[in-house]
């Protein structure tokens, strides 16, 4: 009989910051489950901090919208030939497993590489397929071995679609149940316990700090205008440079606070966040902090996103909810005028803020419970054994 230790090689691959976070968990899950799995493949600090072998920085993949793709495409096609290489039959470091963290982009090419290559491949966090390009189903259902996704109306209509498919529950649980919130941040950054704070959270990509990251300091800089008392923190995401931020900055608005600390410690020291759309969003809602949402993209961007978006919304807090529980502001909506009055409302208007406290909290009962990554790494043993 096949020893559970044997050793097995595990080629991951993850795109960006929240994958890199999501596949750095499922690692350790992993690991305790089968001590003998080795990971190597593309990913980010936290994947090597969890011990995989980084053999391609995430930093080249890492981009959204159609027109930001284009300038990195030859560097995505470098990569992905070079993994479609690994996976050769009779090649040194074919691997035993294919696993791909969201970013289906590049990854449903590489599961149609690993079939014809004989790997098998489970895809962890599905493709938003209910929101935009219900045409990758079929692609899904030829290539992928098992599919675990993370939403729970997902499993029922992947499964439909002829993919095997496993609801896990959702990562961002399993980080928020395991996350220390440091009480003492405030002071330790240096802020006035008696002044509010406000988070401006401006994203993981380049691309959105070249669109969205100017109107939210606009935004920001109008709102201490009107109440001097306020204070400002971003945390920023370990793909992104202090200075990338600082570029945009202008002398006139100094005070603002960037650091590099858990995102759950610094949204609790929060009265309000101004957050653009991702998995972000979803974290300040287990937090329980009171948000709006900005998204701006490059026109053309934008214009295909609108005609190939199915569903009314763009936040996760308000896709899990099935209704609007943050305000949203799109492109043109996304401006300081508006920006600037949702946020002096969540902070003076005490009915709203109670309101959507409670709503956040009613999409934290939504997605379930912790375990996702312990589950995740189930279904992987049970494919490489």
């Known amino acids: 009989m096949t020893q ?71 560097a995505i096609r ?36 690993a079939r014809r290559a004989g790997v098998p491949v489970l895809y962890y966090i599905a493709p938003k397929v209910w929101a935009s390009r219900p045409g990758r189903m ?9 599919l675990a ?10 499964n439909a679609a002829g993919i095997r498919t496993a609801y896990v529950g959702n990562p961002l649980l399993d980080e928020f149940s395991g996350s220390v919130r440091d009480a003492g941040l405030g002071g330790r950054l240096g802020f006035d316990p008696q002044r509010p704070i406000v988070g401006l959270l401006p994203g993981s990509r380049r691309s ?31 793909s992104l440079s202090e200075d990338l931020l600082r570029e945009k900055l202008t002398p006139a608005f100094p005070d603002l606070m960037i650091c590099r600390e858990d995102i759950y410690s610094v949204a609790g020291i929060c009265s309000a966040i101004l957050s653009v759309s991702g998995t972000v969003t979803l974290q300040v809602a287990l937090a329980g902090i009171p948000m709006t949402v900005i998204y701006k ?6 214009a295909l996103a609108r005609r190939l978006i199915r569903i009314p919304y763009v936040s996760l807090p308000n896709i899990v909810a099935g209704r609007q529980v943050v305000a949203e502001y799109l ?49 992987l043993k049970e494919m490489v054994y």
């Open 331 to 379: 492109q043109d909506e996304a401006n300081v005028e508006n920006l600037l009055a949702e946020l002096k409302r969540l902070l003076s208007d005490g009915s709203c803020r109670d309101a959507m406290i409670n709503d956040l909290a009613e999409v934290r009962r939504l997605l379930g419970e912790p375990g996702c990554s312990r589950k995740v790494a189930a279904l």
């Open 78 to 113: 470098r990569v992905y030939r070079d993994l479609c290489r690994m996976m050769q039959p009779g090649g040194d470091e074919r691997p035993d497993l294919l696993v791909l963290v969201d970013y289906p982009g590049m990854n449903l090419k590489l599961a149609r590489a």
């Open 4 to 74: 559970r230790t044997e050793h097995r090689r595990v080629l991951i691959v993850a795109g960006e910051a929240s994958g890199d976070l999501h596949a750095a968990n499922l690692i350790r899950a992993a690991r305790e489950l089968a001590p003998g799995l080795s990971f190597f493949g593309v990913g980010g600090d936290w994947m090597r901090a969890a011990g995989c072998d980084i053999r391609i920085p995430m930093e080249s993949l890492s981009v959204m919208g159609v027109v930001e793709v284009l300038g990195r495409l030859p």
């Open 149 to 158: 996704v993370i939403f729970p109306f997902e499993e029922e209509l992947f």
């Open 297 to 302: 993209a490059s026109s053309l961007t934008y």
């Open 138 to 146: 079929k692609t899904m259902a030829r290539c992928i071995d098992q």
């Open 208 to 238: 959105e700090i070249r669109y969205c990251w100017p109107t939210m300091v606009e935004a920001a800089r109008a709102l201490k205008d009107e109440r001097p008392e306020l204070q400002f923190v971003v945390p920023l995401a370990p």
